[in-house]
Nanobody, 114 residues
Framework: VQLQASGGGLVQAGGSRRLSCRVS????????IAWYRRFPEKQRELVAS???????AYADSVTGRFTIDRDNTRNTMFLQMDNLEPEDTAVYYC?????????WGQGTQVTVSS
């Protein structure tokens, strides 16, 4: 299973960014998916998740601003981030759990300037 994340970059506070993660070797519609982020010198934290039935959950800090989604045809997952804040600056990772194993993307840096 391989995950290829993209879409990170520099954005101004209040702006938007859409992260993508193309997955090969797993079927997204059959597996839970998630986005995590890591702040400098801290552990990864869960940002958003979606189960195979389509139910979504979000960290309190991003509720109402971020949206997780997937495109089953393209086997790609997304994280739409709106109204970004400097506190959202982090490395973002896509994650899938496939056949009882965890798989991660390589991480994509999002920097929000004030």
């Amino acid at each position: 299973v391989q995950l290829q994340a993209s879409g990170g970059g520099l954005v101004q506070a209040g702006g938007s960014r859409r992260l993508s993660c193309r997955v090969s070797g797993a079927v997204l519609r059959l597996t839970p998916i998630a986005w995590y982020r890591r702040f400098p010198e801290k552990q990864r934290e869960l940002v958003a998740s979606m189960d195979s039935g389509g139910s979504r959950a979000y960290a309190d800090s991003v509720t109402g601003r971020f949206t997780i989604d997937r495109d089953n045809t393209r086997n790609t997952m997304f994280l739409q981030m709106d109204n970004l804040e400097p506190e959202d600056t982090a490395v973002y990772y896509c994650h899938v759990r496939w056949r009882a194993r965890d798989f991660w993307g390589q991480g994509t840096q999002v920097t929000v300037s004030s």
